[in-house]
């Protein structure tokens, strides 16, 4: 069974709806990359987005079942590093939305369970999307196990991400332009110094 979930970020001025979410339908992974953790460290938000480890839950999704519907005026986007994944949030309250790449075309997002109220790790996700399938990017070394199991993951989710690509066709909404698949906002990038700071508040 698949439902439908508010988006709303936290001071209320963004909203819209996340569409038909199950654990079929997503694919929900944690990542503990230096550039997830910095994120969280550039939003002032990591008692949000981080685990006691670090550790961001995302799940990817169909960005067509990802529509805002108010205060599009306030969604920006950035890149922790120049050729990052773009991070997009809310310049009013620096609610994290969701994670793409830089042009538009591949059906590809990964949201921040934040914007629809629930903290990475809580309960409501696992019921909404299931149980983290893959932990990517720990910083240990990880059994065997775990890397047939981050493999699954990987190799499930290329499979979902062409089935969405050849029943949807390109995706853009809602963050790139239809004609030019372009981001519909500059990515602000920050400076190396400044990313510098964000990485050693997580022990890089
Ligand atoms: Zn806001
Ligand atoms: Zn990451």
């Known amino acids: 069974m698949s439902v439908d979930v ?29 550039g997830c953790q910095s994120y969280a460290h550039f939003l002032g938000r990591t008692d949000d987005m981080l685990d006691e480890n670090g550790g961001s839950n995302i799940f990817q999704l169909d960005p067509k079942n ?42 590809f997002l990964g949201v921040l369970p934040i914007c629809l109220g629930y903290k990475g790790t809580s309960d409501e996700v696992v019921k909404l999307v299931g ?42 909404k809602p963050f790139f332009d239809e004609k030019t698949m372009k981001p519909i906002r500059k990515p602000l990038t920050i400076s190396e110094d400044e990313r510098a700071t964000h990485e050693a508040k997580s022990g890089f």
């Not at 508010?6 to 992974?29: D, E, F, M, P, Q």
């Not at 890149?79 to 994670?99: A, E, H, I």
Request: proline fraction near 6%; hydrophobic fraction near 35%; glycine fraction near 12%.
């Open 66 to 107: 990802f529509e805002i519907k108010a205060g599009m005026e306030h969604v920006v986007c950035m890149r922790v590093t120049p050729d990052g994944p773009l991070r997009w949030y809310t310049d009013c309250c620096k609610t994290p939305l969701g994670n793409g790449f830089p042009r538009g075309g591949i059906p």
């Open 131 to 172: 149980p983290v399938r893959g932990h990517l990017n720990q910083n240990k070394p990880i059994g065997l196990s775990e890397k047939l199991r981050n493999a699954g993951m990987l190799a499930r989710f290329a499979c979902q991400l062409l089935w969405w690509r050849v029943r949807g066709g390109k995706s853009w």
């Open 6 to 34: 508010s988006i709303k970020c936290s001071c209320g001025s963004v909203t819209g709806v996340a569409r038909n979410l199950s654990a079929g339908s997503t694919n929900h992974v944690k990542c503990s990359c230096r």
